[in-house]
């Protein structure tokens, strides 16, 4: 929630307004500042009660739900089943394409599975999952389902940062890698994944891996010259040709 919360400030919100953007919800339901069993993680994205006619009732995921009425809902509970229809076609209902994305894992402690939330939505969500996950066909349309997975930009991040022997790895830098996985997306296509599937990982690391490293040279933490980035990760690889 933070690292999502400093990238909205880098794209030029302010930090309060950022926050302002984050409903977290426990076992206690919606996360209030008068609660005094708040991890530090979760203070900072407390709200107020007095945002709520009916504070007292919003207790459970359902109802915090159709009192906020968001647009991303992110799992990490491993309360399988937690995304319900009623929640899913609720969201549905007041956003065109809803982002969805059960994390929690292994699969029996998902909080939907990739399928109901295709169908609940009438293939609208936007969905990834903490798994792999087959792809889902729904109403002709098959629909890729991608892995919310920190191997995405891990393997990139190390490579980019040892191409220039970075003194540091910094937000900015895994903000750069992130940032890079978008140029493997194919948004035009009706059902694609909403992120790159861990099957091309060899492929888009070494893009990472030169995001990462233009930036560390950009922020000053290089530790050794590089004049072609690309260059200078490409000499790191090693491949296992025998």
């Known amino acids: 929630t933070s690292r999502i919360c400093r990238e909205m400030v880098e794209q030029g919100l302010i930090e309060e307004e950022a926050r302002g953007h984050f409903y977290l919800v426990d076992k206690q339901g919606l996360l209030f500042d008068d609660m005094g069993d708040l991890t530090p993680e979760q203070k900072p994205f407390a709200r107020k009660r007095s945002e709520f006619d009916h504070a007292d009732s919003l207790t459970t995921l359902t109802a915090a739900v159709m009192a906020v009425k968001p647009t991303i809902l992110v799992g990490t509970s491993t309360m399988p089943g937690a995304f319900t229809e009623t929640i899913v076609r609720a969201m549905a209902s007041w956003c065109d394409r809803p982002i969805i994305f059960p994390l929690s894992n292994p699969t029996e402690l998902a909080e939907a599975t990739a399928e109901d939330l295709i169908r609940w939505s009438d293939g609208r969500a936007l969905v990834a999952t903490g798994v792999p996950r087959d792809p889902v066909s729904y109403r002709g349309t098959t629909y890729e389902i991608g892995q919310a997975n920190n191997a995405l930009i891990y393997p990139g991040l190390g ?31 009706k059902g694609a994944a909403v992120i790159p599937p861990v099957t091309r990982l060899t492929e888009f690391s070494a893009a990472v891996a030169v995001a990462v490293a233009e930036c560390a040279v950009k922020q000053g933490l290089n530790r050794r010259a590089a004049a072609d980035v690309k260059a200078a990760v490409e000499e790191m690889v090693w491949k296992a040709e025998y």
Do not use: N, R, W
């Open 159 to 189: 490579l980019g940062s040892m191409a220039v022997d970075a003194k540091l790895v910094t937000d900015e830098m895994i903000s750069a890698a992130a940032h890079s996985l978008g140029a493997f997306l194919t948004p035009e296509k």
